[in-house]
Structures are given as C-alpha cells and as structure tokens.
C-alpha cells in the first residue's frame, strides 16, 4: 500500500504513466506462474476426497469420511456464493466490515490526495518526492506488525490462562482498542497541519500514527473472524473482503469534492469524526460478543 505509489512516482517520471500497467501485469503474471507451479493444495476435505477417490479406484469399493459433501457441484456453488452474504449479515460481520471499509475509505482518500496536497505550496514537490511521503505510513504498517501485531496472541494466550484454559474468540479484540484512539487522532493531526500547511514532515507524521493504528485495527478484526466462524471464516473474510474494497473504491471518488468545498482540515475530521464514532465496537464486542454470537446463529441451508 506504502511501496505502490512510491514505485509509482518513480515509474510517472523515468517512464510513463503507461508503464505502471505493464509493470503490474509482468508482475502479476509472475506471481500466478510461480503460484501455480509451487503452491500445493492444503484444504482438509479436499485432500481427503482425493484420497477418497484414489481408495476407491485401487478397491473398487466406497470410500467416505467425516464431513464428505456429496452434493452436486451446482448446489455447493449456490451455497459458497451465498454463504457470504449471510454471514456478512452477522452482527460481528457487519459493523467490524464497516469499521475496516471506513479505514479504507479514509486511507485511499488521503492517499489519492497526496499528490494534490503537496505539489501545491508550500510544498511544490515532484512526483518522486510525493512518492517518498507515503513511506511514513509504510514504516507505520511495519512497526505495528513488528510490534503489535505478535502481542494479538500473546494477550488471547493470557486472557486464556485467566479464564480457566477457556478460550473465546473476544480474547483477540483488546489490542483493537489501541487503534481505535491512534486512528481519529492522527487524522485530526493529519487534517489541521495539511489546512494551516505546516512543515512537510508534521501531517507525514500522522500518516505513520495512521498506519500502526490502522495494521493493528485490521489483524485483530481477521483473527476475531477466524476464531468466531472457525468453519466459515472465510466466507466471513471474503464477505467482509468485497464491502470494504468498494467502499475504498468508491469513497475517494467523492472525497476530491469534499476536500474543495470544505477544505482539508474539516474535511478529514469527517473521517475522524466517524473513526471516533465507531471506535468503541471492540470495547462492546469484547463484552456482548458471545451473547450476539449465540443470539445469532449461523443457518446456511
């Protein structure tokens, strides 16, 4: 996210714009050849149908397992397209999806705005120089994988201890909570030193709150899914996947509007006005968590 736009920069003013499309596809094209040279299979119940059908082509006899689904290949599709809408419909789903596709929203946003921020005065920055500016939120994401993201396991494995050897799916929450303040905080920082136009490095120092806040803020939400659909959690992913991606496809579409009429100081708070409002879901997950999970039940027919 911080490493595409400085590439970018560089590839806008050495080449062309046209450039970053041949280079994303050679890339690309690498990654799928490699993956499907490599990458092997892991899925349980696939691997076990394979040997299923194996047993039964050396024996001549049936041979099933615990979970085999025996369904006609149409009726698993109609089922896997719709089982993540219906968790997406979850209570957990649905607000931690919108808590992750506002900090989507908010983060393309800013970032599609860099350009138009600091190319102007004072700033007068090239391309290349806008380029390195994303690299404080980079070393903001680094540092919290670094940092934060390991305690995740550490405070579920702790609170685990406490609860008498029981785990619960809310033990992955706390450390969300550390963002939820990072993240409105920054953004009101970042909004009022880009308005008055302070020193470059002031707003760029926001960006790296933002992204240690924003890393920490999104691996806790993938592990409370994980934890809390165990069978389904990636139907729970992708559910949440495919809200948040268009919502950061979308919003910055608007936003060049709204930081023209309302400037950029009050037209970033919007965002952290909204972060600040939906900051205590965690909080209240953590706490309501397993009386919505059992209030709530999953019924995929």
Not at 38 to 53: G, S
Request: with cysteine; hydrophobic share 50%.
């Amino acid at each position: 996210m911080a490493a595409g736009p400085l590439f970018g920069g560089i590839i806008v003013s050495r080449l062309n714009w046209r450039w970053i499309y041949w280079i994303l596809a050679i890339v690309c094209a690498f990654n799928t050849t490699i993956g499907y040279l490599f990458l092997r299979e892991t899925y349980a119940p696939v691997l076990l149908n394979k040997k299923a059908e194996r047993l039964e082509k050396d024996t001549g006899r049936k041979h099933t397992f615990e979970g085999k689904d025996d369904r006609p290949l149409g009726v698993k599709l109609r089922q896997s397209m719709k089982r993540p809408y219906v968790i997406f419909l979850q209570p957990i789903v649905l607000v931690m999806s919108a808590y992750q596709a506002l900090i989507f929203g908010t983060t393309y946003s800013i970032f599609t705005n860099m350009q138009r921020i600091f190319s102007a005065m004072p700033y007068f920055f090239d391309s290349e120089q806008i380029g390195l500016l994303y690299l404080g939120a980079g070393a903001g994401f680094l540092l919290s994988v670094w940092f934060l993201v390991p305690k995740i396991d550490t405070i579920y494995n702790k609170l685990t201890e406490k609860n008498g050897g029981k785990s619960m799916p809310e033990y992955r929450l706390p450390l969300a909570n550390i963002g939820g303040i990072l993240i409105p905080v920054s953004l009101f920082w970042f909004a009022w030193t880009v308005e008055y136009r302070l020193h470059w490095a002031v707003p760029i120092a926001a960006t790296f709150v933002y992204g240690f806040g924003q890393v920490v803020v999104f691996n806790t939400v993938q592990n409370y899914y994980i934890d809390s659909f165990s069978k389904y959690a990636a139907s729970a992913i992708a559910g949440g996947s495919v809200f948040r991606s268009l919502c950061g496809g979308v919003v910055p579409l608007f936003a060049p509007t709204m930081f023209e009429k309302l400037g950029y100081g009050w037209g970033v708070s919007i965002f952290g006005f909204m972060a600040i409002a939906i900051a205590p879901a965690p909080l209240l997950f953590y706490y309501y968590g397993p009386k919505l999970r059992e209030r709530f039940p999953i019924n995929i027919s």
